[in-house]
């Protein structure tokens, strides 16, 4: 009897969609947001530029080429937030531009209108003429996880229309000089030209607005910054309505709170907004917040730390009450402040100087402050740090040039101040100092 052998084979199939590898269907998110993100080209005419006119004469100088002026040219992304055609991006890409076009993903173009801009969160407001347009649904980035896996669309390098994915590596950065806008930091691979267009999370909902990269060769390295959703929103609806942004200002000068300060200061941990400065006649002044108060919540919101503060006040109209906790003596205190505008320009004050003499022996030495320091630091009141003397001194960061304000709770206006409050402290009590030590004011911790 013969035996056979049945070979069975067994076909498996895979499924081709993200499930296989626990990614997030990317596909259908793309399909779904892409058609409302669009390209933005924005053109400033060479006959206005002078420095573009300025280059074509140079060229006519030295090699003979006739001037033939030409626009300068730059590019970048934006979105759709409402059908009518209102468009969102970032500034920089429509800065200065005579004519910026729109590009929508199925190649119609338009002719676009800036409704407005505002330099502080880099934020642009255009509008086409257009109907039934597709949008991007709208989120939050306050709902943001670490680690949250989130996509952008974009032009990146002139590439329209690229997708890109990545998570979320944290929340409320600052970056530069936009004290004002709480960044979110994603892993998100955006270079030149993804400017303006939109992070947008799992639910097809926008975010933020991505903005700008750090990097060492002007490419993407990792490191991706985007203005949250809430404060573009907060800045657009004001560009709508008045075709200029309001902050509130509360009128301190702020500084983080180390662990020697928390301890000081009789803290549990570091936490919160040092304040190192109250300007005079502000609404922090009327509120009755004093240097040395540690702001930890307003209105209404955990202050974790010095960064956390401006976003938060600025997002608050003028002319707003709010609820301001502060940390003082051991205990938390709650006050109410009257928010003043951000454009207000108020100033700190000062008091009177006193006699010229100099202080040694805690490691350093002062002097009074001369005419000469006064005009240099803009500072009527203290002594001035003319030697130091310890390592630990320098270790602390205090240098020599430094204007010193205030020793723990008394304030210094001459050197006789600056002795009593030296004699005034225990012998392993740390001397904190309040000092004017390059644009701004600081505490300075030095452990003895």
């Known amino acids: 009897m013969k035996k056979y052998m049945i070979l069975v084979m067994l076909v498996i199939s895979y499924p081709s969609s993200a499930k296989t590898s626990g990614l997030p269907d990317f596909v259908e998110l793309a399909k779904q947001t892409g058609p409302a993100v669009v390209n933005i080209v924005a053109r400033d005419n060479a006959d206005n530029n002078p420095s573009t006119n300025q280059q074509n004469d140079?060229?006519?100088?030295?090699?003979?080429?006739?001037?033939?002026?030409?626009?300068?040219?730059?590019?970048?992304?934006?979105?759709?937030?409402?059908?009518?055609?209102?468009?969102?991006?970032?500034?920089?890409?429509?800065?200065?531009a005579d004519k910026i076009t729109v590009t929508l993903l199925d190649r119609r173009e338009f002719e676009a209108e800036l409704v407005g801009e505002d330099q502080a969160s880099d934020i642009a407001l255009l509008k086409i003429d257009g109907a039934n347009l597709p949008k991007l649904q709208l989120g939050?980035?306050?709902?943001?996880?670490?680690?949250?896996?989130?996509?952008?669309?974009?032009?990146?390098?002139?590439?329209?229309?690229?997708?890109?994915?990545?998570?979320?590596?944290?929340?409320?950065?600052?970056?530069?000089?936009?004290?004002?806008?709480?960044?979110?930091?994603?892993?998100?691979?955006?270079?030149?030209?993804?400017?303006?267009?939109?992070?947008?999370?799992?639910?097809?909902?926008?975010?933020g607005i991505n903005t700008l990269i750090y990097s060492n060769t002007g490419g993407y390295m990792g490191i991706s910054f985007s203005v949250p959703i809430d404060v573009a929103m907060n800045v657009a609806n004001q560009l709508q309505a008045n075709g200029s942004v309001s902050r509130?200002?509360?009128?301190?000068?702020?500084?983080?709170?180390?662990?020697?300060?928390?301890?000081?200061?009789?803290?549990?941990?570091?936490?919160?907004?040092?304040?190192?400065?109250?300007?005079?006649?502000?609404?922090?002044?009327?509120?009755?917040?004093?240097?040395?108060?540690?702001?930890?919540?307003?209105?209404?919101?955990?202050?974790?730390?010095?960064q956390s503060l401006p976003p938060v006040v600025g997002s608050v109209m003028p002319d707003t009450e709010v609820t301001v906790d502060v940390f003082r003596d051991g205990k938390t205190r709650q006050l109410v402040a009257k928010l003043d505008a951000l454009n207000d320009n108020l100033q700190a004050s000062s008091g009177n100087n006193g006699t010229n003499e100099i202080q040694a022996g805690i490691g350093f030495s002062v002097s009074m402050l001369s005419e000469q320091d006064k005009e240099r630091t803009g500072e009527t009141a203290g002594?001035?740090?003319?030697?130091?003397?310890?390592?630990?001194?320098?270790?602390?960061?205090?240098r020599v040039g430094a204007v010193i304000k205030r020793i723990g709770k008394k304030d210094i206006r001459n050197l006789t101040d600056f002795s009593e409050a030296i004699e005034s402290l225990k012998p392993d009590e740390p001397l904190v100092l309040l000092v004017r030590q390059g644009p701004g004011n600081t505490f300075i911790v030095i452990e003895r």
Not at 187 to 197: A, E, F, L, Q
Not at 265 to 271: A, F, T, W
Not at 383 to 398: G, Q
Request: proline share 4%; glycine share 14%; aromatic share 6%.
């Open 58 to 96: 140079e060229l006519f100088r030295f090699f003979g080429i006739p001037d033939q002026p030409r626009d300068r040219v730059s590019g970048g992304t934006g979105f759709i937030i409402a059908s009518d055609g209102l468009i969102l991006t970032n500034r920089h890409v429509i800065d200065g």
């Open 248 to 306: 509130g200002l509360l009128g301190v000068g702020i500084d983080d709170v180390n662990q020697a300060m928390a301890d000081y200061l009789g803290m549990d941990k570091p936490l919160g907004a040092l304040v190192n400065q109250v300007s005079e006649g502000s609404a922090a002044e009327k509120a009755g917040i004093q240097v040395g108060d540690v702001i930890v919540r307003f209105d209404g919101k955990s202050i974790k730390t010095r």
């Open 383 to 398: 002594v001035i740090v003319t030697d130091i003397t310890e390592k630990d001194v320098e270790r602390a960061n205090l």
């Open 140 to 207: 939050s980035a306050e709902d943001l996880q670490i680690g949250e896996w989130v996509m952008a669309i974009g032009s990146p390098l002139s590439f329209e229309n690229s997708v890109t994915k990545g998570i979320v590596s944290a929340k409320g950065r600052q970056v530069g000089g936009q004290q004002y806008v709480p960044f979110i930091q994603s892993d998100v691979p955006i270079n030149r030209g993804n400017s303006g267009g939109p992070l947008i999370n799992l639910k097809g909902e926008v975010v």
